[in-house]
């Protein structure tokens, strides 16, 4: 039962690099969500996706770029990255309906340092 | 826009101890209410879900109550271990569907 799979755990970029950060999710959940992780700053929106093809800007979405292809995956991009966007990524996701409060489920985050 | 609070910021107490740690939140109109654990470098893990119809839920030495009028969430931790150490998140869940959270509360059980 993987739950929820991001990859990769770890990574480091230099600024102006590209790369996209990949979420998985196996319980059939229809919201999915990116948080990003910074001392002093708690856990922060950076984009959801409330279902398949549809996404919404979070917080802090400035610099980043989402995309849910499908019910399963949802993948953040960075397209150019800057020392700014050194944090810990996290992805989520939970069941989302009128009528069924379920829990929320984390991956085991991305640390990603740019240099 | 919602806002949670987590009070205190870190705690350090003695093996065995019972103790509690405390969320509050703005706007009471949200789904539910959710507390997590993180150790250091790892992901959040759910501990306890409680609806907004609810009160408290309980699952072993843990309880968390929830006073939707007043926007405040408690955790309970009876018999403290040392490996409860770790911070511990709150967040709720309004009706907009996005998860907001606490900063969290830094435990330390001491020996």
């Known amino acids: 039962n993987a739950g929820v799979t991001q990859t990769p755990k770890f990574q480091v970029l230099k600024t102006g690099q590209s790369m996209t950060l990949q979420c998985a999710q196996d319980?059939?959940?229809?919201?999915m969500y990116w948080y990003r992780q910074d001392p002093g700053m708690g856990l922060r929106l950076i984009y959801y996706?409330?279902?398949?093809?549809?996404?919404d800007k979070g917080e802090v979405p400035n610099g980043y770029n989402v995309s849910r292809l499908n019910k399963r995956e949802f993948s953040l991009r960075l397209e150019s990255a800057a020392p700014s966007q050194t944090s810990v990524y996290f992805c989520?996701?939970?069941?989302?309906?009128?009528?069924?409060?379920?829990?929320?489920?984390f991956g085991q985050g991305t640390r990603l340092t740019v240099v | 826009k919602q806002e949670v609070t987590q009070i205190p910021a870190a705690l350090s107490v003695p093996e065995g101890e019972n103790l509690v740690l405390n969320c509050s939140f703005t706007?009471?109109?949200?789904?539910?209410l959710q507390w997590f654990r993180q150790d250091p470098g790892k992901g959040l893990t759910s501990l306890l879900l409680?609806?907004?119809?609810?009160r408290e839920q309980t699952s072993g030495r843990l309880n968390a109550s929830l006073d939707k009028s007043s926007g405040r969430s408690t955790l309970y931790i009876a018999a403290s271990q040392p490996g409860d150490s770790a911070t511990y998140l709150c967040?709720?869940?309004?009706?907009?569907?996005?998860?907001?959270f606490g900063e969290g509360t830094q435990l330390t059980v001491n020996p």
């Open positions: 409680i609806q907004s119809s609810q």
């Open positions: 967040a709720v869940r309004p009706r907009g569907s996005r998860l907001t």
């Open positions: 706007d009471s109109a949200i789904y539910n």
């Open positions: 996706s409330a279902s398949e093809g549809t996404t």
């Open positions: 989520a996701s939970q069941d989302h309906r009128p009528v069924m409060n379920t829990e929320a489920f």
């Open positions: 319980m059939n959940h229809n919201s």
